[in-house]
């Protein structure tokens, strides 16, 4: 298919570039692929929509939510050059390194062996450029990266919310709040951009979900810039994904099979969770589909299978896309998704409408922009269900 084609006109003004006052505040767009149904709701009904969704008192059931724990870490570092013109090194990697891959700006005026300062404090020097293709930086002095990004970093909020930080300082506290999920690992720090699905889950919710059948569980895939990045090939079958690494405990393997093993709904929070858990389950079972794998379910069987890949950190350039207008994939595991709205052209927006199909895709896609509904990162929320037999 044509990338152009997952292009859609977007008024500047739905873009949201600062956080609700309150997580839970934000809208959600119920979408059903099976009935073509769309309901506005509010995102802190989420426990509600999802027992009415899955009708759990009568079936009986319950929903696990997989979730990607991921932390954020403050990538960006706003910089300046001898001239005092101003820049940013954007972090891809973290560790404890002699030189770091980044994005650097201004990258065509800056020079190899050139010395950039810390942009807060006058004459700091914090970095040397050691490469512009690919652009790497080297650490000056005996500080460790982590240092540097405690003390200057900011997080890694994605171009299209655009505000000055010499502005308004209060929003670099605030998003380093509020571009992380509450449930976020501090023990997984490795996200350049964050699983913005989960940004809306406050304690009072996740509480409310357990005491409403509705159990979590988490994966961690650190996300990298190429997750949101347009399309940029003419056809998206030409598209080529970026390494990302994921990793699955064996207790969320657990949860997984014991919920394929009762056929109790699984919702996935956030692309990267979907792509997290379709990956492993390619890797587990090359050649099966979703209707053999909750068949192999029922003979509880089905941890054998998935043990020998569970507490391995293992690579995916998955890419989930329409082979054309008519096609709708099939996960092999999983009923809905909780996601935000999507950049036009970007491979999530095409992950999405291949879910759901293309048509459908566009039709909410077109009421969420009459509603003015706010998008992206800090924008509002929406449930899509793609699974049969709901």
């Given at each position: 298919?044509k ?5 859609y006109d ?19 767009l ?19 929509v999802?027992?009415?969704?899955f009708q ?5 059931s319950?929903?696990l ?8 870490y ?9 001239t005092?013109?101003?820049?940013e ?12 891959r980044c994005?650097l ?18 004459e700091k020097p ?9 652009p790497?930086?080297s ?11 405690n003390?200057?970093g900011?997080?890694?909020l994605?171009?299209?919310?655009k505000r000055?930080?010499?502005k308004?300082k209060?929003n ?6 509020r571009y ?18 989960g ?5 009072e919710?996740i509480?409310?979900?357990?005491n409403?059948n509705i159990?979590?569980?988490y994966?961690t ?15 998206i079958?030409s598209h ?6 994921y990793?699955i405990?064996h207790n ?5 099979a014991?919920?394929?093993e009762?056929n109790w ?21 090359p050649?099966l ?10 003979d ?5 299978y998935?043990?020998?890949y ?5 690579p995916?350039?998955i890419f ?8 709708k ?24 409408a291949?879910?759901m199909?293309v048509k459908?895709w566009q039709?909410f ?7 003015k509904y706010?998008f992206?990162s800090y924008?509002?929320?929406?449930l ?7």
């Amino acid at each position: 298919m044509k990338t152009d084609f997952f292009n859609y006109d977007l008024p500047e003004e739905l873009i949201a570039q600062i956080p609700l006052e309150n997580r839970s505040e934000s809208r959600l767009l119920v979408c059903n692929s099976n009935n073509q149904s769309i309901q506005d709701k509010m995102f802190k009904e989420i426990p509600n929509v999802l027992n009415e969704v899955f009708q759990l008192k009568k079936t009986q059931s319950k929903v696990l939510l997989i979730a990607n724990d991921s932390r954020v870490y403050p990538a960006r570092v706003r910089i300046r050059r001898k001239t005092g013109a101003r820049g940013e090194v954007f972090f891809l990697e973290t560790g404890a390194k002699k030189t770091y891959r980044c994005l650097l700006r201004p990258k065509s005026k800056l020079k190899i062996d050139e010395v950039i300062y810390a942009d807060i404090e006058e004459e700091k020097p914090l970095f040397k450029v050691t490469n512009l293709e690919p652009p790497e930086v080297s650490i000056i002095g005996s500080v460790s990266l982590d240092d540097i990004l405690n003390q200057y970093g900011e997080m890694p909020l994605p171009p299209y919310i655009k505000r000055d930080p010499h502005k308004n300082k209060s929003n670099i506290n605030l998003d380093k709040e509020r571009y992380q999920t509450i449930y976020s690992n501090m023990n997984e720090i490795g996200s350049s951009a964050a699983p913005t699905a989960g940004l809306h889950f406050t304690p009072e919710i996740i509480s409310e979900c357990k005491n409403s059948n509705i159990e979590f569980a988490y994966v961690t895939l650190h996300v990298g810039l190429g997750t949101f990045l347009p399309v940029m090939a003419e056809n998206i079958e030409s598209h080529q994904m970026h390494e990302e690494y994921y990793h699955i405990s064996h207790n969320t393997v657990e949860k997984i099979a014991e919920y394929i093993e009762n056929n109790w709904p699984i919702v996935f929070v956030g692309t990267t969770s979907l792509r997290t858990v379709e990956s492993f389950f390619r890797l587990a079972f090359p050649d099966l589909n979703q209707n053999t794998i909750y068949k192999m379910g029922s003979d509880k069987k089905l941890i054998n299978y998935l043990t020998p890949y569970s507490n391995k950190w293992l690579p995916t350039k998955i890419f989930i896309y329409p082979k054309d207008e008519k096609d709708k994939f099939i996960p092999l595991i999983g009923k809905a998704i909780i996601t935000n709205f999507h950049q036009p052209g970007s491979t999530l927006a095409m992950l999405v409408a291949a879910l759901m199909g293309v048509k459908f895709w566009q039709v909410f896609y077109t009421h969420a922009i009459e509603k003015k509904y706010r998008f992206f990162s800090y924008g509002d929320s929406s449930l899509l269900v793609f699974g049969a037999n709901v």
